[in-house]
């Protein structure tokens, strides 16, 4: 029989700390360093971005719980004292997502800040955050897809911990967070390669470059998992939301290139751009 590992990493009292948390911070913490030094090329001060990063972290988690209870309000509307509990677990991606892409546009606003440079700095970080973060899924063992058999993981040419976690309950499944966390992998590879190519992206591209990777990629990976939300029972609202941000990516895309041609923007994002904002 298989032996799943634990999702305790270790205990402080009484208080257990998760391994599932540990990753989410490393991914925070990675995706700021990451941010900072990028920043630096670009004339934007790290204190802006720690700034940033104290109020995106606690709304972007407030938001991903918020978008989880909208869409499972049949429940949440019978158990009100629920609602809070996001220690029993119930977040979205998406929701945090959001909650983080207005608190940027405000922040930017607000430190007089371009918000398409501040997007294309952080955006590498965020798909290495995520990238980082599945994996907290799979040692909780959720997250996954559909019953699968044990021949079928093994021609995956998978190490065996990993099999071995996706047994559970007495079946094998689908480890869709290894198929996100990797393809996610091979787009932040492509983008940290191609990103600092002169004359390859405008302003804003390397973010836009982001969502159409990322929206393909769960759309895939969504339509294999079993712990989806739905609107109306039918549709799967992450593959809703997928489609929607790949099409409006691309079509944002074609129109700032073809139609929208400021002069900041044909600075492009692929160069160093000294940034003043005083």
Request: charged share 15%.
């Given at each position: 029989m298989s032996l799943a590992l634990n999702p305790v990493a270790f205990n402080l009292g009484p208080l257990q700390v998760k391994w599932y948390g540990i990753l989410m911070a490393t991914g925070v913490l990675v995706a700021t360093l990451m941010a900072i030094n990028?920043?630096?090329?670009?004339?934007?001060?790290?204190?802006?971005?720690?700034?940033?990063?104290?109020?995106?972290?606690p709304i972007g988690f407030i938001g991903a719980?918020?978008?989880y209870v909208v869409f499972e309000w049949g429940y949440f509307s019978q158990h009100p004292d629920q609602i809070i509990a996001i220690w029993n677990g119930g977040i979205a991606i998406y929701g945090g997502l959001i909650a983080g892409l207005i608190v940027?546009?405000?922040?930017?606003?607000q430190r007089m800040l371009p918000p398409f440079l501040m997007l294309d700095i952080i955006a590498p970080g965020v798909m290495a955050a995520q990238?980082?973060?599945?994996?907290?899924?799979?040692?909780?063992?959720?997250a996954h897809g559909a019953k699968t058999t044990l021949s079928?993981?093994?021609s995956l040419h998978l190490p065996h911990f990993i099999i071995q976690q996706m047994y559970i309950n007495g079946s094998y499944y689908q480890p869709t967070y290894l198929y996100e966390s990797t393809l996610n992998l091979i787009g932040l590879i492509l983008i940290l390669s191609l990103r600092h190519r002169?004359?390859?992206?405008?302003?804003?591209?390397?973010?836009?470059?982001?969502?159409?990777?990322?929206?393909?990629?769960r759309f895939f990976v969504?339509?294999?998992?079993?712990?989806?939300?739905?609107?109306?029972?039918?549709?799967?609202?992450?593959?809703?939301?997928?489609?929607?941000?790949?099409?409006?990516?691309i079509i944002l895309w074609i129109y700032r290139r073809k139609v929208v041609k400021p002069k900041w923007y044909l600075a492009g994002s692929g160069l160093k751009?000294?940034?003043?904002r005083d």
């Amino acid at each position: 029989m298989s032996l799943a590992l634990n999702p305790v990493a270790f205990n402080l009292g009484p208080l257990q700390v998760k391994w599932y948390g540990i990753l989410m911070a490393t991914g925070v913490l990675v995706a700021t360093l990451m941010a900072i030094n990028e920043g630096k090329k670009r004339h934007i001060m790290p204190d802006d971005f720690i700034d940033f990063l104290l109020w995106a972290v606690p709304i972007g988690f407030i938001g991903a719980r918020i978008y989880y209870v909208v869409f499972e309000w049949g429940y949440f509307s019978q158990h009100p004292d629920q609602i809070i509990a996001i220690w029993n677990g119930g977040i979205a991606i998406y929701g945090g997502l959001i909650a983080g892409l207005i608190v940027l546009l405000i922040f930017c606003h607000q430190r007089m800040l371009p918000p398409f440079l501040m997007l294309d700095i952080i955006a590498p970080g965020v798909m290495a955050a995520q990238v980082i973060a599945r994996w907290g899924n799979f040692m909780n063992q959720e997250a996954h897809g559909a019953k699968t058999t044990l021949s079928f993981l093994e021609s995956l040419h998978l190490p065996h911990f990993i099999i071995q976690q996706m047994y559970i309950n007495g079946s094998y499944y689908q480890p869709t967070y290894l198929y996100e966390s990797t393809l996610n992998l091979i787009g932040l590879i492509l983008i940290l390669s191609l990103r600092h190519r002169k004359h390859l992206f405008k302003r804003g591209e390397i973010f836009l470059s982001y969502v159409i990777w990322y929206s393909a990629v769960r759309f895939f990976v969504e339509g294999m998992r079993t712990d989806s939300l739905y609107i109306a029972n039918t549709i799967r609202v992450s593959q809703a939301l997928s489609l929607i941000l790949f099409f409006g990516a691309i079509i944002l895309w074609i129109y700032r290139r073809k139609v929208v041609k400021p002069k900041w923007y044909l600075a492009g994002s692929g160069l160093k751009y000294p940034y003043n904002r005083d």
